[in-house]
C-alpha cells in the first residue's frame, strides 16, 4: 500500500513540476535544453575517460571543461533573462546575450589554446 | 730575420758544447713502463739532445738510439765538436737550400716566358707604351730575382767554404739573372754586390764592357754615398770586381777622403752608425760592415792610405773588443747593445760580421791588431757551439765567420775536441784527443799536455798530474793509453793544455790556456752478498733469508704481515775494488692494484740496505693486503750494467683498515678505456601511448553528436522559430553579419587548432572582435528598441 502511494505521491508530484514547468516561458526552456545538451556532452566525454583512459588529458580536459562552461554560462544568461528575478529588473535581456556570447568567445578561445 | 731563431737556438743548444757534452746514458738500464720519475731524467737528457739534431743529421739521431738501446755504446761520445763534424751535417741542410734556390730561379724564369708573349700583343696595338712597359716588366723580374740572389750569394759561398756542392748543376739557370743584374742600369749597388758575388763563384761569361759600366757605375755610388750601407755594397762590388778582372780600374783615387767619410760614422766606443742622420744609433753590426768596407778601401786605394789613419782603425777594433761579451764557458760574442726589433740581428750575425771585419781589416793592412788569443778562441768557440742554426742565413753567418777564423792574421784559434769523452774499463780505451783549426784543418806541430784530472764535485783530490800525450800522427791524435790504468768509474774534470813546439807559432796560434773537458769514465760495477730476508720486529730474529744472485734471475715468493720487516742488502764495488755510490737504488713495491710504493736505499758506508717496518707503513700501503711485486733498480750513469729487476713477490698480511683510513688513491685508467672507442649511444625513444580502438572512439563520437540532435529536436518540439529575424533590410544585413561574425571566429578558432600560432590568432581575433562588436550593438539595439515599441505599446 505503503509504495503505491508512494509512487502516487511521485508522480504527483511530477504531475506539478511539468504543469509548474510548462509555464515558463520558451526562452527559458530553450536555454535549459541548451544546458541539458552541454551537460550530456560533458558527461559523455567523462564516460569515455572512464572507458578509455585519459590519454589525451588535456584534449578530454579542454573537451569537458568547454561542455561545463558552456552549461555554466548559459545558466547565468538564463538567471539574467529570467524575469522573475527582479535583481535584473533593469538588464535587457540582449545586453545579456551580448555577454554570453563575449564569454563564451573567450571561453573557447581559451579551450582551442588549451586542446593541443 | 734570423736574429731571434738564432739566439734562442744558441741557448737551446748550448749543452751539447765541447766544454759541456750531456751525460751519457746509461748503457743497460732498461726502462720499464713503470719507472720511477728519477729513473727518467737521464733519459730527458737524452731526449734533448736528439730533438737538437732531429731533422738536421741522421747520423747524429743514430747514435742516440744505439745508446738508449743498449750495447755499451757512449751516448755523446760521437758530438765532437771538431770542424769535420760541421761540414758533415751540413751537407743535408745544405742541399735543400739550394734546390730552392734552383727552384726559385726556374720559376722566375717560366713567368718571364709566359708574360713575353701577352705583352708583345698589347705592346702591337698600343707602341708608345712599350718603353713604359718593358722597364716595368724588368723592374717587376729583377725584384723578384734579388731575394734569390743574395740567398745564392750566401749558399753558394757556404758551398765553396765546405768544399761541397760541385755537382749541383745551377750555372745555367742562374747566371742569366746575374747578368739581367749586371747589365740593367736600374739595379743598384746592393744588387750589383750579391750579383757579383754569384758571378765571381760561379764565373758566368760577361764581357768586360759590362765589367768596365759597373765600374764606373759603382765608383759613382761610392762618391754619392751618404750611409754606410751604400759604402759598404759599393766598396764591396768594387772588390769583387777587382778579383774578377783586371783589365778595368776599380781604384780609388779619393782613397783617404772616401776612408775618412766612412770613419766619420764611428762612434767613440768603437761602434759604428748606419748613416749620419740618426746620431743615437750606434750598432755593432754597423761596426763590422764598416770594418770590411775600411779594408776594402785599403785595397782599392790607387795609392797608399795614410797610415795614421789605419792606426786609428786599429784602435777602434781594440775599443770595440772592449764591448764583447762571454759565457761561461768562455765563448766570447757580440750583440747589439740597443735591440731595434725592426733591423734586430742575432748575437750570431752580429758576432760573424764582427769577425769579418776584423779579419778583412787584418789581412788589408801590415798593421798588427792587438787582441788577447782567448778572445778569438773564444769567438771561434761561439760559433762552433751554436751547432747549425735554424735559418741559411744563420749557417752562412756561422760557416763565413769561421772561415775567416780559420786563416786570419790576427791569431789562429786551435781548438781541443775529444772523439769521446765516455771512456770505458771493460773495452780499455784510450783518451784520444784531436787539436785541428775551427773547419778541421791540420794544427802546426804541437803536444797536448793532461795537467790534471779530478773528480767532478771535488776541486782538491787531483787523480792524474801533468802527463804528456803521445801524439800519433797516423790518426793525427794525441793519445794518452796509461790513464785507464789508474782511473776508476767515476765522473771526472780533465785539465788539458795545448803546447806549441815552434814559439814562432805563438803569435799565429790561438790556444787559449787551459781546457778543462769533463770525462766519464765507466766500468762493470760488481754486486755482492745481495740477500732479501723477512725479520720479526720484535726479536729481530730472522723469519726466511734468501740470497740473491744479482743481477741473475730471481723468483722470489715470500711472505710477512704487519708485525714483520723486509731487509734488502748488497754491496756495491767498482772494478778497482772500491765501494760504489751509484746514482740510484730503489726498491718498488707493487701490488695487484697497480698501487705502487718507492722506497730508496739508504747505504752505510758500503753496503746498501732497505729495510721495511710493515707496522710503520700499513697506513701508507692502505691497508691492502695480498701480493706485491718486488722491483730493484740500481742504476747510474757511469755503470755499465745498471740493472731493474724483477725480484719475484712477496704476500703481505696486514689488518684490516679502520675507519678513518686514507683509501688507495685510484690508479690510473687503462688507456685503452680512455681513449679507445666509447659505447655506443642508443637512444630510447618514448614509446607510444596505448591507443584505444577505433571503433570504440568512432561510436563516443557519434555519441557525443547525440546531445546535440537532441537539442535540436527539443527546440522542435518547443516550437522555436526565426520570426523575431529583423524584416527590414538594414537591420537585417546587420542581424546576419552579426551572425556571420560569430561564425567567422569559431573557424579562426578552429584555424588555430589546426595551424596558426597565438600571435596571428590575436591579431585576427581582434579585427574580427572591432567587426563583431559593432554590428552586435546595432542587431541587438534593434532588438531592443523593437520590445521596448512592443511593451509600450
Known sequence: MGKSSATKDAQALFQSLRSAYAATPTNLKIIDLYVMFAVFTAVIQVVYMAIVGSFPFNSFLSGVLSGVGTAVLAVCLRIQVNKENKEFKDLPPERAFADFVLCNLVLHLVIMNFLG | ?793
Open chain 2, 1 to 793: 730575420m734570423i736574429g731571434l731563431e738564432s739566439l734562442s737556438g744558441y741557448q737551446y743548444n748550448r749543452t751539447n758544447f765541447v766544454g759541456s757534452f750531456s751525460p751519457t746514458t746509461p748503457s743497460n738500464l732498461r726502462l720499464g713502463s713503470n719507472a720511477s720519475p728519477a729513473a727518467i731524467s737521464p733519459m730527458l737528457n737524452c731526449r734533448l739532445y736528439s730533438s737538437f739534431f732531429g731533422g738536421k743529421g741522421d747520423k747524429a739521431r743514430d747514435t742516440e738510439v744505439s745508446a738508449v738501446s743498449g750495447g755499451g755504446e757512449p751516448a755523446v761520445g760521437e758530438s765532437g765538436s771538431g770542424g769535420s763534424d760541421i761540414v758533415d751535417m751540413a751537407k743535408d741542410n745544405w742541399k735543400s737550400t739550394v734546390e730552392t734556390i734552383t727552384y726559385l730561379g726556374e720559376r722566375a724564369k717560366e713567368a718571364s716566358n709566359e708574360v713575353t708573349p701577352r705583352v708583345q700583343q698589347v705592346l702591337e696595338s698600343h707602341p708608345d707604351l712599350r718603353d713604359v712597359i718593358v722597364s716595368h716588366l724588368k723592374v717587376t723580374i729583377v725584384m723578384s730575382y734579388i731575394y734569390s740572389l743574395k740567398e745564392a750569394y750566401e749558399a753558394l759561398r757556404t758551398f765553396e767554404i765546405l768544399g761541397i756542392g760541385k755537382e749541383l748543376n745551377i750555372r745555367d739557370s742562374t747566371c742569366p739573372f746575374v747578368m739581367d743584374t749586371l747589365g740593367s742600369s736600374s739595379s743598384n749597388s746592393w744588387d750589383m754586390f750579391y750579383a757579383l758575388g754569384v758571378n765571381r763563384l760561379l764565373k758566368c761569361e760577361i764581357n768586360d764592357e759590362v765589367y768596365a759600366g759597373i765600374a764606373s757605375r759603382l765608383k759613382a755610388y761610392v762618391n754619392a754615398a751618404n750611409s754606410l750601407l751604400d759604402f759598404y755594397y759599393s766598396i764591396g762590388s768594387l772588390r769583387l770586381l777587382k778579383d774578377l778582372t783586371s783589365e778595368i780600374d776599380v781604384l780609388l783615387v779619393d782613397a783617404d777622403g772616401i776612408f775618412q767619410s766612412i770613419k766619420a760614422l764611428s762612434q767613440s766606443d768603437g761602434r759604428w752608425r748606419y748613416s749620419s742622420n740618426d746620431p743615437a744609433s750606434s750598432s755593432t753590426s754597423a761596426a763590422g760592415a764598416a770594418l770590411q768596407t775600411l779594408a776594402g778601401v785599403v785595397l782599392l786605394a790607387s795609392s797608399e792610405i795614410d797610415q795614421s789613419l789605419i792606426r786609428t782603425l786599429t784602435n777602434d777594433i781594440v775599443k770595440l773588443f772592449d764591448s764583447i761579451e762571454k759565457y761561461d764557458d768562455g765563448a766570447y760574442y757580440f750583440d747589439e747593445k740597443v735591440a731595434d726589433a725592426r733591423e734586430y740581428q742575432g748575437p750570431l750575425s752580429v758576432t760573424s760580421l764582427v769577425v769579418r771585419g776584423l779579419t778583412a781589416v787584418a789581412s788589408a793592412t801590415s798593421e798588427s791588431i792587438n787582441l788577447p788569443g782567448d778572445k778569438i778562441l773564444g769567438l771561434a768557440k761561439f760559433f762552433l757551439a751554436i751547432g747549425i742554426p735554424d735559418s741559411a742565413k744563420g749557417f752562412y753567418s756561422q760557416i763565413e765567420a769561421l772561415a775567416c777564423l780559420e786563416s786570419n792574421r790576427v791569431s789562429i784559434p786551435l781548438i781541443l775536441s775529444l772523439p769521446a769523452t765516455v771512456l770505458s774499463l771493460t773495452r780499455k780505451d784510450q783518451l784520444k784527443v784531436r787539436v785541428t783549426t775551427v773547419l778541421g784543418s791540420k794544427a802546426p806541430p804541437l803536444s797536448v799536455k793532461l795537467i790534471q784530472a779530478f773528480t767532478s764535485g771535488s776541486k782538491d783530490a787531483s787523480i792524474i798530474e801533468s802527463q804528456e800525450l803521445t801524439f800519433d800522427s797516423e790518426n793525427d791524435a794525441h793519445l794518452l793509453d796509461a790513464v785507464l790504468k789508474s782511473v776508476d768509474v767515476g765522473k771526472y774534470q780533465f785539465v788539458f793544455e795545448i803546447v806549441l813546439h815552434d814559439s814562432e807559432n805563438k803569435n799565429i796560434y790561438a790556444t787559449g790556456g787551459r781546457t778543462k773537458v769533463p770525462i766519464y769514465v765507466t766500468g762493470v760495477i760488481k754486486v755482492d752478498n745481495a740477500e732479501i730476508s723477512v725479520l720479526d720486529s720484535d726479536l729481530g730474529t730472522v723469519e726466511t733469508q734468501k740470497k740473491l744472485d744479482l743481477p741473475g734471475e730471481t723468483a722470489l715468493s715470500l711472505s710477512a704481515n704487519h708485525l714483520q720487516k723486509l731487509r734488502l742488502s748488497f754491496q756495491l764495488t767498482t772494478p778497482f775494488g772500491n765501494p760504489f755510490q751509484p746514482h740510484q737504488a730503489f726498491l718498488n713495491l707493487r701490488h695487484e692494484t697497480q698501487v705502487e710504493h718507492i722506497f730508496v736505499s739508504g747505504n752505510s758506508g758500503k753496503q746498501f740496505v732497505i729495510m721495511l717496518d710493515f707496522l710503520g707503513l700499513v697506513d701508507k700501503f692502505f691497508y691492502l693486503s695480498g701480493r706485491y711485486d718486488i722491483q730493484l733498480t740500481v742504476g747510474d750513469a757511469v755503470m755499465e750494467n745498471s740493472y731493474l729487476l724483477e725480484l719475484g713477490n712477496i704476500d703481505l698480511d696486514l689488518p684490516e683498515p679502520p675507519e678513518k683510513a686514507s683509501r688507495a688513491p685510484p690508479q690510473p685508467a687503462d688507456l685503452y678505456l680512455r681513449y679507445g672507442p666509447k659505447a655506443e649511444i642508443t637512444h630510447i625513444f618514448r614509446s607510444p601511448e596505448k591507443r584505444p580502438p577505433p571503433e570504440l572512439s568512432l561510436s563516443f563520437f557519434a555519441l557525443v553528436l547525440l546531445p546535440i540532435l537532441g537539442f535540436v529536436v527539443g527546440l522542435l518540439r518547443l516550437g522555436v522559430n526565426l520570426k523575431n529575424f529583423p524584416t527590414a533590410t538594414v537591420s537585417a544585413t546587420f542581424a546576419i553579419l552579426f551572425h556571420l561574425g560569430i561564425a567567422a571566429v569559431l573557424l579562426l578558432y578552429v584555424l588555430f587548432w589546426v595551424k596558426l600560432d597565438l600571435f596571428t590568432t590575436l591579431k585576427a581575433l581582434g579585427f574580427l572582435s572591432i567587426f563583431l562588436m559593432f554590428v552586435g550593438h546595432r542587431t541587438l539595439a534593434h532588438l531592443a528598441s523593437a520590445s521596448a515599441k512592443l511593451k509600450s505599446a
